[in-house]
Nanobody, 123 residues
Framework: VQLQASGGGLVQAGGSLRLSCAASGRTFSRYSMGWFRQAPGKEREFVAASWLGGNTDYADSVRGRFTISRDNGKNTVYLQMNSLKPEDTAVYYC??????????????????WGQGTQVTVSS
């Protein structure tokens, strides 16, 4: 599946952004979707995942502030980010997987990746 992420930008601390990831293909609803992020000089890290049955998982650092959701009719997954902090600054990537559950925290469980969108949070 091909993925196209968008919605990044510059926001002040405490603000909000919503990222979108549009997917090609007619079987989008069968895929698990994840969001990862990579800050300069750091490894790409798990942010959130969504899989069959409305299940979701979040990194501890974003739980309660970020929400992953999906619109299968639009082949799109979203990441609503509230109460943003400077440490949320990173390039955010969406990814698709045929796995489900806690393993979705692992980068190597994803088969397809979007190109990334920059999120910058100023203090």
């Amino acid at each position: 599946v091909q993925l196209q992420a968008s919605g990044g930008g510059l926001v002040q601390a405490g603000g909000s952004l919503r990222l979108s990831c549009a997917a090609s293909g007619r079987t989008f609803s069968r895929y698990s979707m994840g969001w990862f992020r990579q800050a300069p000089g750091k490894e790409r890290e798990f942010v959130a995942a969504s899989w069959l049955g409305g299940n979701t998982d979040y990194a501890d650092s974003v739980r309660g502030r970020f929400t992953i959701s999906r619109d299968n009719g639009k082949n799109t997954v979203y990441l609503q980010m509230n109460s943003l902090k400077p440490e949320d600054t990173a390039v955010y990537y969406c990814a698709a997987s045929d796995k489900w559950g806690p393993v979705l925290r692992l980068r190597n469980k994803y088969d397809d990746w979007g190109q990334g969108t920059q999120v910058t949070v100023s203090s």
